[in-house]
């Protein structure tokens, strides 16, 4: 799904970024990528979405190079990856029913599977009374599960998630992280930047840390942190 | 295209962001008020020129002295001069009732005081293009029909050929200098109402670059994001320009009834009506402004996204 292949991003004048990083992420899989601030999670995200473009290396998403896609279809691609971040990124005049139903007519979805597909996802992720409900009139757990809503509603091949569980109470991200688990069993590949040692130990799941824009770390059920004898991937 | 869609984001937007809309309507409305005031002045000086240089004419007075042979003579001359436009034959009686009917009571008693007729018949020229007055007035000087003892009568005569030289160019240099000064004050005022225009855009469009962002992370095309800001800006122009159509139309209309109550109407200013269809605007002042208002305002809206869009 995600294919890294020596990958370097130096942002002017000379700050770091990402650092020949190679990295591969088979379809279906659920992966965690963790490390400090500034260590390039975010960088690396946006690589995928093609809001940056890579100083050096190929990055293949979905099996398109993003390197020579036009930029005419740079649209097209984003609509094969589903969003979640930290910060929500709700259209604040919105309803929640209109914010998810966005990402539909953006497809240019017909207004009768709009009407169909909608409610089905708002009932999901278990905000069918709040369907009519502002972004501002509803808790920041709910916004996120509105962003989650909206990213899934198309049935994306690949979701990505930058520090989803960042603005939102512990209890709260643990109902998240069980709706990010269950939109990866449907067959969706799901990769989730994050802090959250907690939902990183408890999820058992392939981590990859990374420092100063290189990965340091890639472990198939690993937790948050681990000894560095099983360090792997650094040179 | 989605239109009904793009039309209900566009009118809620105006709508939420009324502040907003206020302002770029208010925008939309001066700049095309200055703009349009410019262009109606203009075009009715240019009326106002025009039907001065109409009524330009040169009288050719004939003298009494002159042999029947001599008058049918110039007669035929006038009627082969190509340039001439009509030529009206004024009788030594009709030049007499004409200085009655300007005098009044006065005439009476300034005739009296002389022997018999003292106004010499003649022919009222007028000349196709007011250019050639002076070279068609110089053909008659020396005809032996012609009198040359009038001159006395108009200081502005040259010989017995008279013709309102210097008046008429100098209100026509006048006229012509106004024009060309209105044609910059459209010009800039033109200019003007885009920059306006496209930094109301700009701004409101700045207060929503978040909004934006979101579209294309979602994956919205750069049209699909663009069309909702294509159309509030064609709204608001609308709007905007449709306003100012209708008060310079007013202020055209108080004008033209000024001018039909003064004095002015001896000139016979010709008010240029803004919503009949004319050579310059075959769509008619008004109808053109505001088309133009939403084309601005379309096209700000589409331009003023492009730095937003950039992937």
């Given at each position: 799904m995600i294919v890294f292949e020596n990958v370097s991003k130096i942002y002017e004048p000379d700050v770091v970024g990402l650092q020949d990083f190679t990295w591969h992420v088979p379809k279906g899989e659920f992966v965690f990528l963790v490390g400090p601030s500034g260590s390039g999670k975010t960088t690396l995200i946006k690589l995928v979405l093609k809001e940056l473009e890579p100083t050096e290396g190929r990055i293949l998403v979905?099996?398109?190079?993003?390197?020579?896609?036009?930029?005419?279809?740079?649209?097209?691609?984003?609509?094969?990856?589903?969003?979640?971040?930290?910060?929500?990124?709700?259209?604040?005049?919105?309803?929640?029913?209109?914010?998810?139903?966005?990402?539909?007519?953006?497809?240019?979805?017909?207004?009768?599977?709009?009407?169909?597909?909608?409610?089905?996802?708002?009932?999901?992720?278990?905000?069918?009374d709040k369907a009519n409900s502002l972004p501002h009139e509803i808790s920041g757990g709910e916004q996120q599960r509105v962003s989650v809503a909206r990213a899934f509603v198309n049935h994306p091949p690949l979701l990505l998630a930058d520090e989803p569980t960042g603005n939102i109470d512990p209890e709260t991200s643990i109902g998240l992280m069980q709706l990010l688990l269950r939109i990866n069993r449907t067959g969706t590949t799901?990769?989730?930047?994050?802090?959250?040692?907690?939902?990183?130990?408890?999820?058992?799941?392939?981590?990859?840390?990374?420092e100063g824009g290189r990965m340091v770390r890639d472990e198939h059920r690993g937790s948050y942190d681990e000894a560095p004898t099983e360090v792997t991937g650094a040179d | 295209m989605r239109t009904s869609f793009f039309l209900s984001e566009a009118l809620g937007s105006l709508r939420r962001n009324w502040v907003m809309t206020m302002a770029a309507i208010l925008t939309v409305f001066i700049s095309m008020s200055?703009?349009?005031?410019?262009?109606?002045?203009?075009?009715?000086?240019?009326?106002?020129?025009?039907?001065?240089?109409?009524?330009?004419?040169?009288k050719v007075y004939i003298s009494d002295n002159a042999t029947p042979e001599q008058v049918t003579a110039?007669?035929?001359?006038?009627?082969?001069?190509?340039?001439?436009?009509?030529?009206?034959?004024?009788?030594?009686?009709?030049?007499?009732?004409?200085f009655r009917k300007m005098m009044g009571s006065q005439a009476d008693e300034i005739l009296s005081a002389l022997p018999n007729n003292p106004f010499p018949a003649d022919y009222d020229i007028y000349v196709k293009d007011s250019n050639q007055v002076e070279s068609v007035a110089q053909q008659f000087i020396g005809n032996p029909a012609v009198d040359d003892t009038n001159h006395l009568l108009h200081p502005d005569a040259h010989d017995s050929v008279v013709y309102a030289k210097k008046t008429v160019r100098r209100m026509l240099g006048i006229i012509n200098l106004i024009e060309k000064g209105m044609w910059v004050a459209t010009t800039v005022f033109g200019v003007a109402a885009i920059l306006l225009i496209s930094t109301t855009v700009r701004l409101s469009i700045f207060a929503r670059r978040r909004e934006i962002e979101i579209m294309r992370l979602v994956g919205a095309t750069n049209w699909f994001i663009r069309w909702p800001f294509v159309l509030e800006g064609f709204m608001t122009g609308l709007v905007g320009s449709v306003l100012a159509g209708a008060s310079i139309y007013a202020f055209n209309w108080t004008i033209f009834k000024w001018i039909k109550s003064s004095e002015l109407s001896y000139w016979s200013v010709k008010i240029y009506p803004p919503w009949f269809q004319s050579g310059h605007w075959p769509l008619g002042l008004m109808p053109s402004l505001a088309l133009l208002g939403a084309v601005l305002g379309s096209l700000g809206g589409g331009f003023a996204l492009r730095r937003y869009l950039k992937v």
């Open positions: 979905a099996g398109r190079n993003l390197s020579t896609l036009r930029r005419s279809k740079v649209p097209f691609l984003r609509r094969n990856i589903g969003c979640v971040f930290q910060d929500f990124k709700l259209l604040p005049n919105k309803t929640v029913w209109e914010n998810v139903a966005y990402a539909l007519e953006v497809v240019g979805e017909h207004r009768r599977s709009i009407r169909r597909k909608v409610p089905e996802i708002v009932n999901l992720v278990g905000l069918a799901v990769v989730v930047a994050t802090h959250d040692r907690d939902m990183v130990n408890r999820m058992r799941r392939r981590v990859i840390q990374l | 200055i703009l349009g005031v410019a262009l109606v002045t203009d075009r009715n000086l240019n009326q106002g020129a025009t039907s001065l240089k109409n009524r330009i004419l040169i110039l007669q035929q001359k006038i009627e082969s001069m190509p340039q001439i436009k009509k030529a009206v034959y004024v009788s030594k009686d009709q030049a007499l009732a004409a």
